[in-house]
């Protein structure tokens, strides 16, 4: 395998060139008539935990968070100066900023295990035709890592809610969570049906920045929520274009110069002075 590193230029480059190629793709029939699965997904997931969940969640946020002595202290000071108490409103916040999350990686991962064959398959007979399928178990490997990765989500969501109250954390935490969740689902899933497992470790070395600031860009697109309906879908779509691109230009660079036989080639007379034909050695 070469050595060679992409620039800081090259990175942003490759990334920009994906998402634009994304956008257009988005726009084909076949991937507008893909949103639906997800977004289905997502919608009667939030809605079967909110029904299910809703009220135990709500309960037991009493008798955790807001029996803790600083949460109580607010809450004293609320109702003291006559504002409405913590728990009228922060606690149906709280259950929403927990339920709701849990449906949305449930569509990532949808997304990842079942959309994201439909979009290579798409992709597969458009501008990248020329890739050969070389993966192995990808639908295994997609399963595991999907398990995987939303279960480090949701605990780790989950456990990091309380540093929610300091202000910039209520912001910064979302979208480090989701660019995690976006980063290790999709850079995995857009690989693993074309390239070999040595392929994806050189890919992953050499573009791991770039997968990073792509699962960034989704992150920061999903605190949008009207971007979830196209979330799912426009996010394989980025991801499988970068990851195709870059893999095609992998084996190019990589594959060995043709060898050309000299002794094919006829041997073409010498001229001599006036145009004579001098004998061949």
Known sequence: MSNHSPTPASRVGAVTRAFSRAV???????MLFALLLPFLVVLLGSIALVWLFWDAVVAWLGTTVFEWPMVQQVDSWLVAVGLISLKLWL??????????PASGILGVAIAAVFVMPLVLRHLKLGPYADVAKRGELALVA??????????????????????????????????????FAFTRMLRLDATADFAT???????????NAEFWIMGLICALLS??????FFLPVFSSLFFA??????????????????????????????????????PRM
Request: positive net charge; hydrophobic residues 55%; charged residues 15%.
């Open 91 to 100: 606690a149906p916040l709280l259950a929403a900023a927990i339920l709701l």
């Open 24 to 30: 257009v793709s988005q726009m084909h029939p076949r």
């Open 223 to 228: 605190l949008l929520p009207p971007a979830w």
């Open 197 to 207: 497992r040595e392929e994806r470790r050189e890919l992953l070395a050499r573009h």
């Open 142 to 179: 997609s399963t595991w890592n999907a398990i995987w990765v939303v279960s480090i989500f949701c605990v780790g969501w989950l456990f990091t809610m309380p540093l929610w109250l300091l202000p910039p954390l209520a912001v910064v935490l979302p979208v480090l969570w989701w660019s």
């Open 241 to 278: 274009h970068f990851a195709l691109d870059a893999l095609r230009r992998l084996r190019e660079r990589d594959q060995p110069p043709p060898i050309v036989d000299l002794t094919a080639a006829p041997i073409a007379p010498v001229a001599g002075p006036a145009g004579r034909q001098l």
